[in-house]
């Protein structure tokens, strides 16, 4: 298994390896917040997914958030049957503060400072994106959910998700999904597809590998930031990759390999 590199930080209390790096973003797609339902958001799989975050800060870790909004509305779908795209993207981005609000809201239930910050101005439920005001944020240990995606139609949440990490300086991209790593085929209808531990940039893009779109890749490969791609489905799995154990694949040239 690959493995991640220390940082500087003291081990847990209990035992656990710290955790190697001190300010991730974590992408997840609004299709995991439904859980098993066909629409909308699971509110047994939200809390769980609020408590994985709630153990990352816990253990020191500076963490924002892009959350999809493919659970209520996906603007490309709408956009292939007939609706204008613009149109169609801004819907999309409407969605994603749905679902931030909802993470807020179940982050706070359980004591984690949480700030919502739009791209797209939405001043009577949250915060404008201003990104010092994001970065103090997060140097005093509150979670950052970054809404609304670009705040421009046509580019996706992956493409939202790899520009904030970038603007937050992010040490690395976790991106939580249903499987855990990327495979050689999807795994759910190929079983004999097998996982890579490590990809660099180019393997993802010249081999059209379905994990990120090819503009958040290319923004993640020219400012040298690892993609950590997981299952955020395993309850307690973040918190394991985090500290180098679980299951994963690690995209790009990850500075802190040993």
Do not use: W
């Not at 990490?165 to 079983?191: H, I, N, Q, R, W």
């Amino acid at each position: 298994m690959t493995t991640m590199t220390a940082s500087p930080a003291d081990s847990v209390a209990n035992g656990r390896p710290a955790p190697r790096y001190r300010r991730i973003l974590l992408k997840v797609s609004g299709e995991v917040l439904m859980g098993e339902q066909a629409f909308g958001i699971d509110m047994n799989t939200l809390d769980a997914v609020a408590r994985d975050i709630a153990e990352a800060v816990a253990q020191g870790v500076q963490l924002c958030l892009v959350i999809g909004g493919g659970n209520i509305f996906r603007g490309v779908s709408m956009a292939g049957k007939g609706m204008e795209r613009a149109q169609a993207d801004y819907m999309g981005m409407l969605a994603t503060i749905m679902n931030a609000l909802a993470m807020q809201s179940a982050l706070e239930k359980i004591g984690i400072e949480t700030r919502v910050q739009s791209a797209i101005p939405m001043q009577a439920v949250c915060e404008p994106y201003i990104r010092r005001r994001a970065e103090r944020h997060l140097e005093k240990g509150r979670v950052v959910i970054f809404a609304a995606g670009t705040g421009n139609p046509y580019f996706t949440t992956d493409t939202a998700a790899a520009l904030r990490a970038a603007e937050m300086g992010c040490e690395a991209l976790f991106k939580g999904t249903s499987v855990d790593g990327v495979y050689t085929a999807d795994p759910k209808k190929a079983p004999d597809a097998t996982r890579y531990e490590r990809l660099n940039y180019l393997d993802v893009l010249s081999q059209d590998l379905k994990v990120m779109d090819a503009s958040a890749i290319s923004l993640m490969r020219e400012n040298g930031i690892p993609i950590v791609v997981f299952s955020i489905r395993t309850r307690g799995g973040f918190l394991d990759v985090l500290t180098g154990g679980g299951v994963y694949t690690v995209i790009g040239d990850d500075p802190r390999k040993t």
